[in-house]
């Protein structure tokens, strides 16, 4: 038949075009930033970056799925911290050993993206009014279960150690150590840390999450569901997908890597501090929306979303180097949302 | 063609104030393409849905290969081996031509949860290859033509090994080239077996590629016939019937001579082709046409809620420029839509906001607040003129019912000073009593001298109201009749008229010309 069918180029396909474009905004930033002052790209400082991203990172992803869904999830900053402070209880309150307050942690995360599945599939509750639900609950719940007050990890100290700690960086010293036993970055690492010392644990439990839910969405019967019921709810269903259980799963996997992101702060701050949170979902919504995901649904991935975490915080970093005023800073960061988003508009019509 | 595939007996279904069923009959053969046809409303797509098992009948049973079966919901159907192409495509613009196909049973990994997208593909491709369709699985739909959407639905049905398919209107939003493509794979369909129910109001279409024809009315089974035995006209007299409407046409008074609205040459995409059209002072100027024929288009492009690729407006003689709805209402043209909930009426507001809501600036007091005495004045105005049957002013419109709603809107309009009102399908979804006060409403009006479109898709509603009709297919006006000489045959020729095929009394050929095959 006619040519139309002749598949588009890959690359002008509309959400790789919005990809590029956040990437393109990245490496502009980078450049910009860069050139206004040397400290930029100094290892501490890049590795600060990837620190800081991390935890926003995290919850991005979980909400990728919900929004290329067709959903939103307001609860991801609260579950977080709510996790986080579950964790704190098991380990620190009722002496569990580490793992199993991890893993408390991750479940916490889980039944309460749970329970806004259930909510927006059983009880038919809009998803925008659920979540802001489980945003309260889990806030009240954090606040109940801490009496109010920071629990700290300070009879584990191998938890901050090990999510602070560097593998990379231990990593070089081997390396070094076999060809130069006698380099001074061997002899005393912590005066001398190499280049990839900054790059911290959990930032590459950030880089596995991502693999794993670009896995997900890219490769699993769940991703290509999540593609599905985003673009076309009533369709799918008629297919014959049992739309319910699957988007009660999407919930679910949101809330478990909301969960992971309340043991990574957890482990980074060495304490769950019951009054953070809120403000973190708008940051990981942003993220995603910055990096392509469509908030009607149907579109989305989970490098775009990566890219868009990284475009908030090294947005953050460099306005912060600049010495621009952090209220300053949360004014540029909605200037570029808005920007981003409307360029995704243009490209549209 | 030996033993039916299926056949429907005494199917009955009713919805909430209309029997949609009534006794139906159908009978499908393999190896057949069964046209199923009867004016909009007449209960083809609920009897096609029936088969498909999106709704379930009340009454009546469905044989399938010879065995009493039960379709509860559509996967039963599918299991079956019977598929239906909707209307509206059932597809997911973002995902792959392939991933549509085999949405909710894709081939997967060993790995069970992953998917084998390889193994998709080729599925998909040995689809395609069966239908000898040439397209790409791996593209998405989104960037598809509306034609190849269809392919891509009709292989998704095939891919059930349908060997009952259903298609709802399948041409609507095709060419011609298209439709050939679309004939040449229902043709094939046919010599492998598969029987073909194609629903359509294209009347030369069906005698291109039916066997047999089924005419529906009101719900009720009217006859099957050999589309070759059958001449367009007698299925138009089956479909439109005689017995509809028995009270002769009250026709209002004739309207005078003076133009109030002219259209010319309005064009907008493929919806409206070339449309002019003229309005007088005190006429009711009924708009005919089937579904979709581009009717709605219009009296927004001339409402200024849609813009117009090309065309002029001329208000008493007077050119004018209509870009928004606010541009045409100080023109005094009003507009009723058809989907009043939306786009008529703000449902949490009482009666009395709703009816000075298109006029507020009359009722401002000097430093910009509202003049409330005024309003309720003029809102109590409305209300006894129009007999609204409210509580109160302050009842809010959502409780209302549809005619009084309609009402409403009417009376907002009526203070808005609009001399030209275009009513959409004015008495959808409102009871019969209600019905006879609008039309009773809409005469009154005419014989104060303003002018009405009338957007209608039911014929005696048109024949019994208006002074002159205009009928509309495919985005052109493809007749004019005064009422003296208007029937619904007439008008059912003129709508199903299609691009410049002319009708044809003669049988038209047995079999379908092959396509590009």
Redesign the interface.
């Known amino acids: 038949m006619e040519a139309k069918t002749a598949p588009r180029s890959s690359l002008l396909r509309p959400e790789r075009i919005q990809r590029f474009l956040a990437f393109g905004g990245l490496i502009a930033l980078i450049v910009v930033f860069s050139l206004a002052s040397q400290y930029f790209l100094k290892p501490d400082n890049i590795g600060g970056i990837f620190l800081a991203t991390a935890v926003n990172g995290v919850l991005a992803l979980g909400v990728t799925f919900v929004i290329i869904n067709g959903g939103i999830d307001l609860s991801v900053g609260t579950v977080m911290t709510f996790s986080a402070v579950m964790t704190a209880q098991f380990i620190t309150i009722w002496q569990m050993p580490v793992p199993v307050g991890i893993l408390a942690g991750l479940l916490t995360g889980a039944l309460c993206g749970l329970a806004n599945g259930l909510m927006v599939t059983k009880m038919k509750v809009p998803p925008f009014v659920a979540t802001l639900g489980m945003l309260y609950i889990t806030k009240g719940l954090s606040l109940v279960v801490s009496q109010l007050k920071p629990i700290y990890f300070n009879d584990t100290p191998i938890f901050n150690q090990v999510a602070m700690g560097s593998v990379l960086g231990d990593l070089a010293r081997v390396v070094i150590g076999v060809f130069d036993p006698s380099n001074p970055m061997v002899l005393e690492p912590l005066a001398n840390p190499t280049i990839v010392d900054p790059i911290k644990n959990i930032v590459l439990v950030f880089f596995g999450a991502a693999i794993i839910a670009a896995f997900i969405l890219g490769k699993t019967i769940l991703g290509r569901y999540t593609f599905a019921m985003g673009s076309n709810v009533e369709a799918t269903r008629l297919s014959g997908v049992n739309v319910d259980r699957w988007q009660t799963a999407i919930y679910t996997l949101c809330g478990l890597f909301a969960g992971l992101a309340g043991v990574i702060i957890g482990a980074r701050l060495n304490s769950a501090q019951p009054a953070l949170g809120a403000g973190y979902e708008l940051d990981a919504i942003a993220a995603a929306v910055i990096g392509g995901t469509s908030l009607s649904g149907g579109e989305g991935s989970i490098l775009g979303t990566v890219i868009g975490a990284f475009v908030i915080s090294v947005l953050a970093n460099g306005l912060r180097i600049l010495s621009v005023p952090q209220e300053w800073q949360i004014v540029v960061t909605g200037t570029i949302l808005v920007l981003a988003v409307y360029l995704d508009r243009r490209r549209k019509k | 063609m030996g033993e039916p595939l299926v056949v429907m007996e005494g199917i009955d279904k009713s919805f909430p104030g209309v029997h949609a069923l009534d006794q139906c009959h159908f009978e499908l053969l393999p190896g057949e393409v069964h046209a199923l046809v009867g004016e909009n409303g007449a209960g083809k797509s609920t009897l096609m849905k029936v088969l498909s098992g999106i709704y379930k009948a009340e009454a009546g049973r469905i044989v399938y290969k010879g065995k009493e079966v039960e379709i509860p919901n ?2 039963a159907a ?1 299991q079956l081996g019977i598929s239906m192409i909707h209307q509206e495509l ?6 792959t031509v392939a ?1 549509n196909i085999f ?4 081939p ?1 990994h060993h790995i069970r ?3 084998d ?1 390889k193994a998709l593909n080729d599925q998909a491709q040995q689809v395609f290859a069966l239908l000898h ?4 699985p ?3 739909v989104a ?3 509306v034609a ?1 959407q269809q392919m891509v639905e009709i292989a998704k049905a095939l891919s059930f090994n349908a060997e009952v398919l259903i298609m709802d209107e399948p041409t609507a939003a095709l060419t011609d080239t298209e439709i050939d ?1 679309l004939f040449r794979i229902i043709d094939d369909l046919r010599t492998k077996g598969v029987g073909v129910v194609h629903i359509s109001h294209r009347l030369e279409e069906l005698k291109q590629i039916s066997d047999r024809v089924t005419v529906m009315r009101d719900g009720k089974y009217i006859d099957t016939v050999k589309t070759r035995e059958a001449s367009i006209d007698r299925i138009i007299s089956m479909m439109v019937g005689r017995t509809i409407f028995e009270a002769t046409p009250e026709v209002p008074e004739k309207p005078s001579e003076e133009i109030v609205l002219e259209a010319k040459n309005l064009t907008r995409g493929n919806l409206i082709k070339d449309v002019s059209f003229q309005l007088k002072k005190g006429e009711i100027l009924g708009f005919s046409g089937l579904v979709g024929a581009g009717r709605t288009e219009v009296a927004r492009a001339v409402f200024g809620a849609d813009p117009i690729d090309s065309g002029e407006i001329y208000v008493k003689g007077i050119k004018v420029h209509i870009g928004s709805p606010n541009d045409a209402v100080k023109h005094g043209i009003g507009y009723l839509s058809e989907d009043r909930k939306r786009y008529g009426l703000a449902l949490g507001m009482d009666v009395e906001e709703n009816v000075v809501l298109a006029a507020f600036k009359k009722f401002l007091g000097a430093f910009g607040w509202v003049n409330r005495s005024k309003t309720r004045s003029t809102a109590e105005q409305y209300v006894k003129m129009l007999a609204v049957k409210t509580p109160s002013l302050q009842q809010k419109v959502r409780n209302l019912s549809g005619g009084n709603q309609q009402k409403v809107i009417l009376g907002k309009w009526l203070t808005a000073d609009t001399n030209i009102l275009i009513f959409d399908e004015p008495t959808r979804g409102i009871d019969v009593g209600a019905k006879s006060e609008i039309y009773h409403l809409l005469n009154n009006l005419a014989q104060q001298g303003k002018s009405i479109i009338m957007i209608s898709s039911e014929l005696p509603e048109i024949l019994r109201m208006s002074h002159r009709v205009v009928v509309m297919c495919e985005g052109r006006i493809t007749g004019e009749l005064n009422i003296a000489e208007a029937t619904q045959e007439k008008i059912m020729q003129y709508a199903t008229q299609r691009g410049e095929v002319l009708l044809v009394d003669e049988p038209a050929p047995t079999s379908a010309p092959l396509g590009d095959a």
């Open positions: 559509p996967r599918q059932n597809l997911m613009p973002h995902l991933q949405i909710g049973r894709e997967r949860f992953m998917l997208e369709l040439n397209l790409d791996r593209i998405k960037d598809l033509t190849k493509e």
